[in-house]
Structure formats: structure tokens, C-alpha cells
């Protein structure tokens, strides 16, 4: 029997354009036939939209809404108020059973602390963390925390690193996905406390074949493809992640000015425009943009608060793969797994 | 009547060619005619390489040595023990005013405990940092720490925004600098209790028109040129320069690749090579990897320990630069001014 997996999708509270939303949903669908959908917004200007997507309009249920949470709004005051926001509602739906994950463009503080307080984190797991796939030289990896936690705690490295080696054997279908601990050195008297303090704990599981820990690795290592996982701390994270990116732009803007210099390299960029648009694709933060919060019940997704239709269709494959495989139930399973040998 | 600059240079204890010294240094003396050198190295060796390169021949001094610190030696094992090694003999050299600045390859730790137990901290500076001069849609920027302090403390972000901000109104000739703090959002309430109290006393110093505190930025915001000055602290500041490096050689790499893929696009390789070298020319790590301790009493400089002629010349023109700004003086000066309307 076929599996149909329904999406929950915030489409208010952020920059990202709801034609974006629908025409990478429709994109995802074509290659994911079995995906249904709930678009939580303003009923009367989504179905006039969804109208040039007959396929999604098939598939696709509207949850009239108009209310939202900003990107100001802290999260200690949604919790309270906006009962009847699109996110609010996202995220009961997949509490309430009726979806199976919920996708957001939204503010990130809220869509975690709603999610903690409705979808609840797994069993072992105190703190979720934000998850992201970046490409390196030998194709992709695993780095978290993004940002959900900006606090640096031993605890939450170790919780990071199994939630990360969980994720990474399911994507990337290997069994023992390899972990790096980001610091700034690669010598054991490097970094802080809490770093060291995680490291000899990883150290320990992996002597007992529990993770499969490599060691520190440095901030070029990630683009290296060193391990398969990254694990470091949310604050550190997000802005590794912000610099990354911004790089990534800086260096195509030059390289187009550079290629308007002259008529020989304007030819040249006509003639390698193909090459080029490949490259743009695979490393185009707009595509890879979306973050996952690991270690709740459910899936919960964020993507960029400005996405673009390709990041929107890229997220809902990434979901729809993630689900395919039973992520909630082999996460959960390998969370206790680990747990239970940590104990013994 | 015109300066000569003398620049110490240890040539030891780091994977750096003694060729790509040699020429680096070449090359920025023909930029730069007053710069005299000191070599510190195995004379012999020296002295035959040095023969390709007549010009440097005549401005430099050997110093022979053998004894150098390795990257494994631990900082604190260093200031004991090799008091004649490579790099202990060319920062002595500069508290005893026998050259003006110090260059070296070698092991960072090492090199910021010599210089601060040698040269000594500009008065009113705890700490020194590293600071970096980085590439931006508008020019360039002044990012610190790069990983003298991994510490998180707001005492430390608030020294750093003054040094950057001195560093920066050389560098780039202006009045004030506008300063950013690395954060994890722009708004408010983000980030850690640190950075709320530095980011609150820089505001305070911002109204009293004794800085130019732009307010919080995030990791993307380096690349697009928001501020001048870049402060963060530095284990923040570490991995992301060196993801950021990584994230460079990534696109480089899939950009390489892509270019090989078809005639068409070898074509367009071929016709846009010249537009590619000056993308890889701006934007290039080996160029821009050159670390400027801050706040000690004369200009040390740590160059990436893998350097190729290209960023020895870079390094050796910024010092040459700095130095014949009077850095030094202008730095102290500027410190001691803020100092004093602080305690005011």
C-alpha cells in the first residue's frame, strides 16, 4: 500500500511570496505523487492563486486564517496569545494527527517554542535543535545547532551529535555517519570547557561503538566534507552558517561583474552560462536554506524567511524523503538506543 | 626625510616555503622601497635561496638560527623554554627597537603569548585580538577576534570595537568607522548576556559621539559590507573565517569543475579565464589570511601557516602600510582617548 503523507504548510509571517510557496509545492509534487497538503491563509486569495496549479489545487486542503505572528513577536508572548495564527494551527495539526509535518517561512524562535510546547521534544531529548544539509567537496553534510540553542552546554553538543548521526544515516543511508565537533583547533588542549567536556564524553561512546567520533574539526572542514555530521552550538552555528552564505553571494557577484568586463569574458559567460547555472544551483544558499528541527515527536521545517520557489520545492523533497522514511520512528528509536547504552 | 621600515621575519615552525618568503617579500619591496628585513632562519639555507632575488638581497639581514616552535608546542611550555627560537629572536628584536614590526607563520597560541609577555598590551587593553582585514561587496572590512580570546566577555567585544574601529579609520581613511556586533539577529532581545551588555555600553558610548555603533549584525551582513568594523569574540570569529575560507574554495572548486564540463563551456573558460584570475585574486584565502594582533605596543602579524608568495606580499605591504600610518602611536592615542571619555 502507498503511504500518503500530508504537509502542513505556514504560508504567512514572512518575506516568502505565496506564488513561491505554490509553485514549489507543485514542483515537489510532480515528484513526490503522494503528498497531500494543508495551506494554513487567507482562504480567498489562496484559491484564486492556486488556480494555475491544477495538480496541487487536487491535493491541497486551505485553512482560512489571517492572523500571524510577526517576525518581532517574541516567543515568550505567541505562547499566550495568537491562538488562531497560521503557525499556531500548523502546528496543532500535526499534534491533532490531521498532518504528518509542518513547514514554516516564519519567525524561528516561535515556530521552535510552539513546537516544544505542542509537538514535544522525544523522550531523552531536553532542547531540539536546528538542522541544516550543506554541500561539500564529496557531496552533503549535517550541521546543527543553527540556532535553537544559543547556549553552549556539554549536554546539548552530545544530544546534537546523536540527533545529527540519526538524521545523516537516514539521508545519506550509511550506518555509522561520521561526527565532528567544531572548534578552533584540532589539538585536544584547544577550546572551551564545555567543548572539551562533550568531546571526552563522545570519546567514550565511540570506543564502545555507540557514535562514530572523528574529533574537532575546524570551520574549512565543513566544506571539506571531513565528516558527515558538524555538531556545534547554536550561536556559533548561526553565524558560520550567515557568513557561509554571504560568501557564497559575494564570490557570484564578483565573478558576474567580472564576466561583464570585457567582451571576451562576456562571450565566455554566454558560452559557460549552463556550467555556471549548475554551480549556482548546487551551492545557491537560496536553495539550501531550510532548517530542521530535530528532536521532536514530529517533523517541523523552516525555511528561509525570503524563499524563493526552488528553496520551497527543495524543503518539501527533503520532508517528503524524511518521512518516507520513518524519521520520527528511527530518530526516536536511535535517541533511546543511545540513551540506554549511555546508561549501562 | 623619508622612513625605512625594518620587518622581522620567522621564516620557521610553519608548513610556508622559505621560497614563497623570499619572494612574497620581493615582491612587496618593489611596492614598498623603504622596507628593510630581518631573516630569521638557518643562515646557510638562506643565504643561498636569497641569491634569486638581488633586490631583497641587499636590504636583508640573516639572523641564524635553528631552534623553532612547532605547531604542537603548547603556548605556555614556549615562554619557558626555546628563548632562541625563530620566533622568540624576532619578537625580541622589536622590544629591543632593532625592527619595528614582526611577521610570522608559525603557531598562533605561541606567538600571542610572546608578543604579550615581550611587546606588552597598549595601556587600558586586557587582552590583545586578532583582527583581519576581509573582502565585501564595498570594499573591505576590519573583523576581530579571530581567535586570541575564545572567551565570551563583554569587556572583550568592547576593547575590540575600539581597536577595530582605530585599525579601520587607518586602514581605510576615515573618521568613524561604523562598528557591528556579531550576533544571532538583529532585534533587541537576541543573543547571549555578553553581547547585550557590550552591544548597551557601545550604545551608550554611540550617543556620547565617542564611537559609531551601528547596533547588532548577523553572519551575512560581513560579506555585504553593512559596518566597517566586525566585532565578535573569538571562537565565533574563528570558525566563521575559516568556514567562510572553506565556503570560497567550495564554489572555486564546483566552479573549476563545471567549467570542465563540455567544449562549450571549456570555451567559456578559456575567453573568461582573465575575468576568473581577478575574481580569485579578490577573493582569494592564501590573499587574505593575514591575522593583525591587536593592542600590543608594536604590530605583530600571523600569516596562515601554509602561505603562498602571494599573501606573504599582501601581509608585508598591510604592515608597511601600517606602519608608515604611524600605527602604533594612532591606535594608542585613540585608545587612551576613548579610555579617558569612558571614565569621564
Redesign the interface.
Known amino acids: 500500500m502507498t503511504k500518503l503523507f500530508t504537509l502542513s504548510v505556514d504560508t504567512l509571517g514572512s518575506e516568502t511570496e505565496l506564488n513561491d510557496i505554490l509553485k514549489g509545492l507543485n514542483q515537489s509534487l510532480l515528484r513526490n505523487l503522494n503528498y497531500k497538503f494543508q495551506l494554513y491563509g487567507p482562504e480567498k486569495i489562496i484559491k484564486k492563486k492556486i488556480e494555475n496549479y491544477k495538480r496541487l489545487l487536487k491535493v491541497t486542503e486551505i485553512i482560512d486564517c489571517d492572523s500571524y505572528i510577526t517576525m518581532?513577536d517574541?516567543p515568550s508572548d505567541i505562547v499566550k496569545s495568537k491562538k488562531t495564527s497560521s503557525m499556531h494551527l500548523a502546528i496543532k495539526s500535526v499534534t491533532e494527527n490531521l498532518s504528518d509535518a509542518v513547514l514554516s517561512f516564519g519567525n524561528t524562535g516561535a515556530l521552535m517554542s510552539l513546537s516544544v510546547l505542542n509537538i514535544k521534544t522525544l523522550k531523552g531529548i531536553k532542547r531540539p535543535a536546528i538542522a541544516s544539509i550543506w554541500?561539500?567537496?564529496k557531496g552533503e553534510s549535517v550541521v546543527l545547532d543553527l540556532?535553537a540553542n544559543?547556549?553552549l552546554d556539554s549536554r546539548y553538543l552530545i544530544d546534537n551529535s546523536i540527533l545529527g548521526a540519526s538524521l545523516a544515516s537516514i539521508l545519506f543511508k550509511i550506518d555509522n555517519p561520521s561526527i565532528g565537533l567544531?572548534?578552533?583547533g584540532k589539538?585536544d588542549?584547544k577550546?572551551?570547557e564545555e567543548i572539551k567536556l562533550a568531546s571526552d564524553c563522545l570519546k567514550d561512546l565511540s570506543q564502545n561503538f555507540i557514535v562514530n567520533y572523528y574529533g574537532y574539526i575546524?570551520?574549512?572542514?565543513?566544506?571539506?566534507g571531513r565528516t558527515n555530521v558538524v555538531v556545534?552550538d547554536?550561536?556559533?552555528g548561526?553565524?558560520?552558517?550567515?557568513?557561509?552564505?554571504?560568501?557564497?553571494?559575494?564570490?557570484?557577484?564578483?565573478?558576474e561583474d567580472?564576466?561583464k568586463?570585457?567582451i571576451?569574458?562576456k562571450?565566455?559567460?554566454?558560452?559557460?552560462?549552463?556550467?555556471?547555472k549548475?554551480?549556482r544551483d548546487?551551492?545557491d544558499p537560496r536553495v539550501h536554506n531550510c532548517g530542521i528541527l530535530m528532536g521532536l515527536n514530529s517533523l517541523a521545517v523552516k525555511c528561509h524567511g525570503h524563499s524563493e520557489f526552488r528553496g520551497v520545492s527543495y524543503a518539501a523533497d527533503i520532508i517528503y524523503s524524511l518521512l518516507d522514511n520513518n524519521v520520527n520512528k528511527k530518530i526516536s528509536d536511535y535517541v533511546s538506543e543511545m540513551h540506554s547504552k549511555l546508561t549501562n
Open positions: 518581532e517574541k554541500p561539500n567537496m540556532g544559543t547556549k567544531l572548534n578552533v589539538e588542549n577550546g572551551k575546524e570551520g574549512n572542514d565543513i566544506s571539506t556545534t547554536g550561536f556559533t548561526n553565524i558560520s552558517l550567515k557568513t557561509a552564505e554571504g560568501t557564497a553571494k559575494l564570490f557570484q557577484s564578483h565573478l567580472a564576466f568586463s570585457s571576451l569574458s562571450m565566455g559567460y554566454f558560452l559557460s552560462s549552463l556550467a555556471m549548475s554551480v548546487r551551492l
